[in-house]
């Protein structure tokens, strides 16, 4: 979602700016977020209800659509998503500069450790 939404928001996507990179990351977390927020409204449900209540997974999900309305598969949305924008902007900006970088440093692409290394790092920034 973070390379799409760079394609079409950065003016030379080869060299985006930080204020493009942090754009950038925070509609993506945006985007991803809202893909898989009733996943975690579902997770919820299940974990805390008796056992019987949902038949599973898909069961929750279309009691809760049914019974609640679709809206409620998307309850708390809001300050989740106010909450994972600026992390995801300063996650995956830090990250893909890190990165880029090494790249540029070395002229060989990271290891699995060091992406591993980059991912930590920019995971503890954001």
């Known amino acids: 979602m973070y390379d799409k939404i760079k394609e079409n928001v950065c003016k030379n996507v080869s060299k985006p700016s930080t204020t493009e990179r942090l754009f950038s990351g925070a509609i993506a977390g945006a ?6 927020y009733p996943l975690e409204i ?3 449900r299940l974990a805390i209800s008796p ?9 929750c999900v279309t009691k809760i ?7 409620a598969l998307y309850k708390g949305w809001t300050p989740s998503v ?33 992406l ?3 991912g ?3 995971g503890i920034c954001g």
């Open 31 to 36: 985007v991803s977020s809202t893909i898989i």
């Open 42 to 44: 579902t997770k919820t």
């Open 51 to 59: 056992p019987g209540t949902y038949s599973g997974i898909m069961g």
């Open 65 to 71: 659509a049914s019974t609640e309305g679709p809206i």
């Open 82 to 114: 106010c909450g994972i924008m600026p992390y995801a902007a300063v996650d995956l900006a830090v990250f893909n500069t890190v990165k880029e970088a090494y790249t540029q440093k070395y002229a060989i692409e990271p290891s699995v450790t060091t």
């Open 116 to 118: 591993l290394c980059c």
């Open 120 to 122: 930590a790092f920019s």
